[in-house]
């Protein structure tokens, strides 16, 4: 089973700044990576997949990159509702799909 | 317009076994490449995938629940059943429904059902 790794934890970011997360395999998962957001009480968000490609209706400020095992998803000038918890998957080796633990991304 | 939603017991007993559907609208699971899948989360912890059935009825299970859980489909009422045996309060979690294409991201999703297990 593939392990995803995500830090920080936690990451304080002020409204209007920039919030790079980090998403480590433990195999290589070549581009078969997904992002998600999710919101209290709310389904996940599907933001990126094939490490790198917006899914429908997703704002440009959002953007992902890496292959192989290190991955970063990175949000530009944050606005307030993207104030959530991020999540990465990876769907290279099924089953199982696995995911990561999660990125919290709060107000500084 | 695509949606998916949950639906079953939000409280069931240790040992009892669990039955969700998933009740879908804005497309078929009878198309070529399209999957559901049980996902499941619980409080405060990270997602973690149960099953996938996709259009030709071939199914997918973790193999740590795979004694546990079944998925079918009912394509003539665009339904997905999980059933999961064994119920423990370890299996307290929301549990969504996903689709997705085969091994690929879950682009929709339900908007989740809290299962408590307690006695």
């Known amino acids: 089973e593939i392990v995803l790794t995500q830090s920080p934890a936690t990451l304080s970011v002020s409204p209007g700044e920039r919030a790079t997360l980090s998403c480590r395999a433990s195999q290589n998962v070549y581009t078969n990576l997904a992002w998600y957001q999710q919101k209290p009480g709310q389904a996940p968000r599907l933001l990126i997949y094939?490490?790198?490609t917006r899914a429908t209706g997703i704002p440009a400020r959002f953007s992902g990159s890496g292959s192989g095992t290190e991955f970063t998803l990175t949000i530009n000038s944050l606005q307030s509702e993207d104030f959530a918890v991020y999540s990465c998957?990876?769907?290279?080796?099924?089953?199982?799909?696995?995911f990561g633990p999660g990125t919290k991304v709060d107000i500084k | 317009q695509v949606t998916l939603r949950e639906s079953g017991p939000a409280l069931v007993k240790p040992t009892q076994t669990l039955t969700l559907t998933c009740t879908f609208s804005?497309?078929?699971?009878?198309?070529?490449?399209?999957?559901v899948s049980w996902v499941r989360q619980p409080p405060g912890k990270a997602l973690e995938w149960l099953a996938m059935?996709?259009?030709?009825?071939?199914?997918y299970y973790n193999t740590f629940l795979k004694t546990r859980v079944t998925i079918s489909k009912d394509p003539s009422k665009n339904q997905v059943v999980l059933t999961m045996t064994n119920m423990d309060p370890v299996d307290t979690a929301t549990y969504y429904c996903?689709?997705?294409?085969?091994?690929?991201?879950?682009?929709?999703w339900g908007q989740g059902t809290m299962v408590t297990v307690s006695s």
């Open positions: 094939a490490a790198s």
């Open positions: 059935i996709d259009w030709d009825e071939d199914k």
């Open positions: 996903a689709r997705s294409g085969r091994f690929y991201a879950f682009d929709k």
């Open positions: 804005g497309f078929s699971l009878s198309t070529s490449g399209l999957c």
């Open positions: 998957q990876q769907y290279n080796d099924w089953p199982p799909s696995t």
